[in-house]
């Protein structure tokens, strides 16, 4: 078996962004997967408000019910499989460091060396990032990878006030 995306503005893929999108989510990915006469759906979703088991049931019906009514597109027997991102995913947009503002990251920089720190704010062209208790602001572009590391205990209560802090004299500053 092997994993191929779908080709973007694929008829497939635009079947089901649009079925997606209309449950109020975003199509992070998608994915078919030939295993004989059968293929796998692999459909990854995600929000800002994040992806539940409820989610996941409600987009999975969307997105059956999509490709049933343009089975041309499949033309067999399919299993289909919505997700969301494992945390594990790395962080390439804008998006993915904003749904995971205040978790930890571990970033490879471009030049050499990386920062493990907390993430605060972000836009569109870098992210704040606490490391070691002082705020750096990092363009994407410096970036080479990007991944949360899972945490098993809640973030340290002044790590997260001094990322408030940050983002109040932001907002005080605008």
Do not use: K
Not at 20 to 25: I, K, L, N
Not at 123 to 152: C, H, I, K, M, P
Request: with cysteine; hydrophobic share 40%.
């Amino acid at each position: 078996m092997t994993a191929q995306p779908a080709n973007p503005g694929s008829a497939t893929e635009s079947v089901v962004r649009d079925a997606v999108g209309g449950t109020g989510f975003e199509l992070e990915s998608l994915e078919e997967v030939r295993a004989g006469q059968r293929r796998l759906i692999r459909v990854i979703i995600d929000s800002d408000a994040g992806v539940g088991l409820d989610d996941v049931a409600t987009v999975s019906r969307a997105v059956s019910l999509a490709l049933d009514q343009h089975d041309e597109l499949i033309a067999g027997p399919y299993t289909l499989e919505v997700t969301s991102p494992g945390v594990d995913r790395p962080l390439t947009q804008p998006r993915h460091w904003r749904r995971n503002r205040l978790r930890l990251v571990r970033a490879a920089l471009v030049s050499g060396g990386e920062l493990v720190g907390r993430i605060g704010d972000c836009d569109d062209e870098g992210v704040t990032l606490l490391v070691s208790g002082a705020l750096y602001r990092v363009r994407y572009a410096e970036l080479r990878r990007a991944v949360v590391e899972v945490e098993f205990r809640q973030p340290p209560v002044p790590e997260l006030a001094a990322l408030d802090g940050a983002r109040r004299q932001d907002l005080e500053e605008r």
